[in-house]
């Protein structure tokens, strides 16, 4: 019917009137049927977010010291006669160097004539104490003799008491002339030669503590209040056949700040069963971690969408649509990294779901299809 009028009017009117007439009648239908198709759901991938306190941590250099390291000392002047040779093992109690003691022994030779000496001495006072404290019974002129002889017996005695503690000395001389390892561990360097002479607190050798080995690491000041002692770090370093890894536990936190690097010093002693894996001055890698208290929103690194307004998240809903949620970005832990809605009325929940994949262009309130597996 509608033909029949198009074509009466051709007739009637301007040909090319009424064929442009046609072309937008043409047009305007086409995008009627268009808007009245159904635009299909975009495919997405979608993670869930999870609300947990974030454990983030900080990697920082440490090295390995063991913790009793000494250098040990000559206890005595003299000449060596023995000095145990770098690299060997010892136990505690073991002999590490010896001072020829003879100069020693002699002197204590000499002592103990001079103890001898003055005991004779002594017992010839006590005697004549003795008789002249008869004699003043009967006779007043030996009372000053009395005091005289009384006076050298004291001093005689006294004599011997410092004697006796001279003796002492020697024996203690003689003791430190041998040096001996105090506890047990590895010869790592040696400072003097047999056959030198020595003066006490010479430095003979070092003595590194292999049963104890600790990390020493400095950290920097802002990370104090996440340590404590007791606290487990992990270290590691790299090592000919992959990578060495041990725990170790925190037994000092020096809270003194260096003025200049702003950095504490914290030690963490190696387990036991790792110890013979790491050596004195090795560089490690420690992993300080640094927890939060309070539980904060999580979302994987792949749901955050860069744009010039900022950064933000698309929420799945219930209905499979899309929301676009303004966020700012927090610390971050390997995947997940912190985020928090700018509007609190758009606080993302627990279970939330969140567009991974596919989100890049989808507009708000544009209905979606969830994937199983990432697009």
């Given at each position: 019917m509608w033909l029949r009028l198009i074509l009466l009017q051709i007739k009637s009117e301007n040909p090319m009137k009424v064929l442009?007439?046609?072309?937008?009648?043409?047009?305007?239908?086409?995008?009627?049927?268009?808007?009245?198709?159904?635009?299909?759901?975009?495919?997405?991938?979608?993670?869930?977010?999870?609300?947990?306190?974030?454990?983030?941590?900080?990697?920082?250099?440490?090295t390995v010291f063991g913790r009793n390291d000494v250098n040990l000392t000559a206890g005595a002047n003299g000449q060596l006669t023995y000095v145990v040779e770098p690299g060997q093992q010892v136990r505690e109690g073991e002999v590490i160097a010896k001072i020829d003691m003879l100069p020693l022994q002699l002197q204590r030779a000499e002592q103990e004539a001079l103890i001898k000496r003055a005991k004779i001495n002594l017992k010839y006072h006590q005697q004549e104490l003795a008789r002249l404290m008869s004699l003043a019974k009967t006779d007043s002129t030996a009372a000053f003799a009395v005091d005289q002889t009384q006076n050298q017996h004291d001093l005689a005695l006294s004599d011997i008491e410092l004697a006796q503690l001279k003796l002492k000395q020697l024996d203690d001389h003689i003791a430190r002339a041998t040096v001996k390892a105090p506890f047990g561990g590895v010869i790592s360097q040696r400072f003097r030669q047999v056959g030198s002479d020595v003066n006490r607190a010479d430095e003979l050798v070092t003595l590194l503590d292999t049963q104890n080995l600790e990390v020493r690491l400095f950290v920097p000041v802002k990370?104090?209040?996440?340590?404590?002692?007791?606290?487990?770090?992990?270290?590691?370093?790299?090592?000919?056949?992959?990578?060495?890894?041990?725990?170790?536990?925190?037994?000092?936190?020096?809270?003194?700040?260096?003025?200049?690097?702003?950095?504490?010093?914290?030690?963490?002693?190696?387990t036991q069963t790792a110890q013979s894996r790491w050596a004195s001055g090795q560089l490690v890698e420690v992993d300080v971690p640094l927890v939060k208290n309070e539980a904060v929103s999580l979302v994987d690194r792949d749901a955050l969408i860069l744009r010039k307004q900022g950064v933000h998240v698309v929420k799945i809903d219930a209905q499979n649509k899309a929301h676009h949620i303004a966020v700012s970005v927090g610390k971050g832990q390997g995947q997940w990294v912190e985020v928090a809605t700018i509007d609190p009325k758009q606080a993302l929940q627990l279970g939330d779901k969140v567009a991974v994949r596919g989100a890049e262009r989808l507009t708000e309130g544009q209905a979606v299809e969830v994937q199983q597996s990432p697009i």
């Open positions: 442009t007439q046609l072309c937008l009648i043409s047009v305007l239908s086409f995008s009627a049927a268009l808007g009245a198709a159904e635009i299909p759901p975009v495919p997405v991938s979608v993670s869930s977010v999870k609300i947990t306190p974030l454990s983030s941590s900080v990697m920082i250099h440490g990370y104090l209040k996440y340590l404590a002692n007791g606290q487990e770090l992990s270290i590691k370093t790299s090592a000919f056949d992959g990578e060495l890894s041990a725990q170790a536990n925190i037994t000092a936190v020096i809270p003194a700040t260096d003025a200049r690097s702003q950095t504490f010093e914290v030690r963490a002693l190696i």
